[in-house]
């Protein structure tokens, strides 16, 4: 089944600051995780539901999926999101030792 995808503006937000984040200690760096970050986005096309449920999914009660992504450096982060129909929509972006988010943090 193909998935659209559609990144929520919370998610956006995040990308964002983890990106300017990167960037404001190498520019390659902050390049490098966008593209794993776009990469992870447009696997979750064919790969939507091979992806477990994120720890989030227990607190909310609601079946948030996580796909786990690199950078070429070796960091992992997270994007949380739900399918409704065959559409995914990313809700949020976490990076490493970002705790995990309380339900009330979630669109």
């Given at each position: 089944?193909?998935?659209?995808?559609?990144?929520?503006?919370?998610?956006?937000?995040?990308?964002?600051?983890?990106?300017?984040?990167?960037?404001?200690?190498?520019?390659?760096?902050?390049?490098?995780?966008?593209?794993?970050?776009?990469?992870?986005?447009?696997?979750?096309?064919?790969?939507?539901?091979?992806?477990g449920l994120a720890p989030?999914?227990?607190?909310?009660?609601?079946?948030?999926?996580?796909?786990?992504?690199?950078?070429?450096?070796?960091?992992?982060?997270?994007?949380l999101y739900v399918t409704?129909?065959?559409?995914?929509?990313?809700?949020?972006?976490?990076?490493?030792?970002?705790?995990?988010?309380?339900?009330?943090?979630?669109?």
């Open positions: 089944m193909a998935f659209t995808v559609r990144t929520l503006s919370r998610a956006e937000l995040d990308a964002q600051q983890i990106y300017d984040w990167i960037n404001d200690w190498s520019y390659e760096g902050a390049r490098n995780w966008w593209a794993a970050f776009e990469e992870a986005c447009n696997s979750l096309r064919q790969h939507a539901l091979a992806h989030e999914a227990e607190e909310s009660g609601r079946e948030i999926r996580q796909i786990l992504f690199r950078t070429p450096k070796g960091s992992f982060y997270r994007a409704v129909g065959n559409e995914v929509r990313i809700l949020r972006v976490r990076g490493p030792g970002q705790p995990d988010l309380l339900a009330d943090e979630l669109p």
